[in-house]
């Protein structure tokens, strides 16, 4: 029992120790990935892994949880200060529980949702007729105008005044652009609609501020905490107190049962994290750094969706360069030189999902590890001489070798025991 992990299963211990070179040597730049700190970490790993803690502090249905509700305690606390919040469940394990947990607070099977279509950028949980969203909901989509590639506000509202949704969803994985909620409560009241965002990758702009804040107008809001935030995985659920107790019995006992106590323990340390100056500074510099990196590709003859980027991440259209390279084809060669992205449809693709036309790739991952504009335009040529030359391995090894002495510059994790 007190042997370590090493003694216990080197197999393991070799299967991280790979993935830690691959991370170190590697630009890590898919979006909704991110480097949690080692004291996230630790305590993730810790002590607080053993105990089993259904129900909420004070109310526990197992003895033996009075550090479990501190833990807890800290972590709501943290959680509400930081963002400013009457309410936050931090039990859910994952952003898809979270939405689930809202839906099943708020709605009957067969109500209406409104929101974004995971074709141009919205979630699975969004409505995606693969997901139970769009099984037991009845589900309209809106979308971006295809010219601007950006949301139509007013095409928002002819779809909110045509199908009166119980409740709107605001938010996005793949979407470049800002929010505005105001504009979004003014639809949601027009019909008397909740009004949900979905936060997981711009929760760490908005703590950081530099993202417009969906506090003063959503009823409900669920983010992620890994991501911008840069927590451990997991998830969270905001709203206003009038709320609150509806949420809670949906989390507990209506889709969970034992909380992940050390996995709260490891939000509540990246709470604390996020409430101190430093990641502010961060915030901001992983917009500069995505604003650069989507100048330079701009330069370097790609075109992005919308035009650019306001937030953390973009899409870049491939048909535009490359009109016989998938998004599917690119990220692998892109890997081949050291460069980590992922496949991504873009608006009205005429690929399928598993092919699609685009990539999406953000800098959160990067700036991290202390990158800055300068940068960014070494990965924009990097990405660019890879997919020039991606029928040529000679040369994509070449640019992996740049990769790797850049990221050199760079390290993460220097000191980890395996």
Same mark, same amino acid.
């Given at each position: 029992?007190?042997?370590?992990?090493?003694?216990?299963?080197?197999?393991?211990?070799?299967?991280?120790?790979?993935? *830690?070179?691959? %991370?170190?040597?590697?630009?890590?730049?898919?979006?909704?990935?991110?480097?949690?700190?080692?004291?996230?970490?630790?305590?993730?790993?810790?002590?607080?892994?053993?105990?089993?803690?259904?129900?909420?502090?004070?109310?526990?249905?197992?003895?033996?949880?009075?550090?479990?509700?501190?833990?807890?305690?800290?972590?709501?606390?943290?959680?509400?200060?930081?963002?400013?919040?009457?309410?936050?469940?931090?039990?859910?394990?994952?952003?898809?529980?979270?939405?689930?947990?809202?839906?099943?607070? *708020?709605?009957?099977?067969?109500?209406?949702? *409104?929101?974004?279509?995971?074709?141009?950028?919205?979630?699975?949980?969004?409505?995606?007729?693969?997901?139970?969203?769009?099984?037991?909901?009845?589900?309209?989509?809106?979308?971006?105008?295809?010219?601007?590639?950006?949301?139509?506000?007013?095409?928002?509202?002819?779809?909110?005044?045509?199908?009166?949704?119980?409740?709107?969803?605001?938010?996005?994985?793949?979407?470049?652009?800002?929010?505005?909620?105001?504009?979004?409560?003014?639809?949601?009241?027009?019909?008397?609609?909740?009004?949900?965002?979905?936060?997981?990758?711009?929760?760490?702009?908005?703590?950081?501020?530099?993202?417009?804040?969906?506090?003063?107008?959503?009823?409900?809001?669920?983010?992620?905490?890994?991501?911008?935030?840069?927590?451990?995985?997991?998830?969270?659920?905001?709203?206003?107190?009038?709320?609150?107790?509806?949420?809670?019995?949906?989390?507990?006992?209506?889709?969970? #049962? #034992?909380?992940?106590?050390?996995?709260?323990?490891?939000?509540?340390?990246?709470?604390?994290?996020?409430?101190?100056?430093?990641?502010?500074?961060?915030?901001?510099?992983?917009?500069?750094?995505?604003?650069?990196?989507?100048?330079?590709?701009?330069?370097?003859?790609?075109?992005?969706?919308?035009?650019?980027?306001?937030?953390?991440?973009?899409?870049?259209?491939?048909?535009?360069?490359?009109?016989?390279?998938?998004?599917? %084809?690119?990220?692998?060669?892109?890997?081949?030189?050291?460069?980590?992205?992922?496949?991504?449809?873009?608006?009205?693709?005429?690929?399928?999902?598993?092919?699609?036309?685009?990539?999406?790739?953000?800098?959160?991952?990067?700036?991290?590890?202390?990158?800055?504009?300068?940068?960014?335009?070494?990965?924009?040529?990097?990405?660019?001489?890879? *997919?020039?030359?991606?029928?040529?391995?000679?040369?994509?090894?070449?640019?992996?070798?740049?990769?790797?002495?850049?990221?050199? %510059?760079?390290?993460?994790?220097?000191?980890?025991?395996?």
């Amino acid at each position: 029992m007190d042997k370590l992990l090493g003694e216990v299963d080197p197999q393991i211990v070799e299967i991280a120790a790979k993935d *830690l070179k691959r %991370q170190q040597d590697a630009l890590m730049l898919i979006p909704s990935e991110n480097y949690a700190s080692r004291a996230v970490m630790e305590i993730q790993g810790s002590i607080l892994a053993n105990k089993y803690a259904e129900g909420y502090p004070g109310e526990r249905y197992y003895n033996g949880c009075q550090f479990m509700d501190e833990v807890e305690s800290v972590a709501i606390e943290r959680a509400k200060a930081l963002f400013g919040v009457e309410h936050v469940n931090v039990q859910p394990h994952a952003g898809s529980q979270a939405n689930m947990a809202v839906y099943h607070a *708020l709605l009957e099977p067969g109500d209406t949702i *409104l929101a974004m279509s995971l074709s141009h950028g919205g979630h699975l949980t969004h409505g995606d007729k693969v997901n139970f969203s769009g099984r037991y909901y009845n589900v309209a989509a809106y979308g971006v105008d295809s010219e601007t590639e950006r949301i139509d506000m007013a095409a928002v509202s002819r779809l909110a005044t045509e199908h009166r949704p119980k409740l709107i969803v605001v938010g996005a994985t793949a979407y470049p652009r800002h929010f505005d909620f105001a504009a979004w409560r003014e639809v949601a009241d027009a019909v008397g609609a909740y009004l949900l965002a979905d936060i997981a990758h711009i929760a760490g702009l908005i703590a950081g501020g530099v993202h417009p804040d969906p506090v003063p107008y959503c009823d409900v809001i669920t983010t992620t905490t890994h991501k911008t935030l840069r927590g451990p995985r997991g998830a969270m659920i905001m709203c206003k107190s009038e709320y609150a107790d509806q949420i809670d019995r949906a989390v507990f006992p209506g889709l969970q #049962g #034992g909380p992940f106590l050390h996995t709260i323990a490891a939000r509540a340390v990246a709470f604390k994290e996020a409430s101190q100056p430093d990641f502010k500074t961060y915030q901001a510099q992983v917009v500069k750094n995505a604003k650069a990196l989507a100048a330079r590709l701009i330069e370097n003859g790609f075109r992005l969706v919308s035009g650019g980027t306001d937030n953390h991440l973009m899409l870049m259209d491939l048909t535009s360069k490359y009109e016989k390279l998938s998004g599917r %084809q690119a990220a692998d060669h892109l890997e081949d030189a050291g460069i980590i992205v992922n496949k991504n449809t873009i608006p009205f693709d005429k690929r399928k999902p598993r092919t699609t036309s685009g990539i999406r790739l953000g800098t959160p991952m990067i700036t991290t590890r202390g990158m800055k504009e300068d940068e960014m335009v070494l990965v924009a040529d990097f990405m660019t001489e890879a *997919l020039e030359n991606r029928q040529k391995s000679a040369i994509k090894r070449q640019i992996r070798e740049k990769v790797k002495t850049l990221c050199s %510059q760079f390290p993460i994790y220097e000191y980890l025991n395996y």
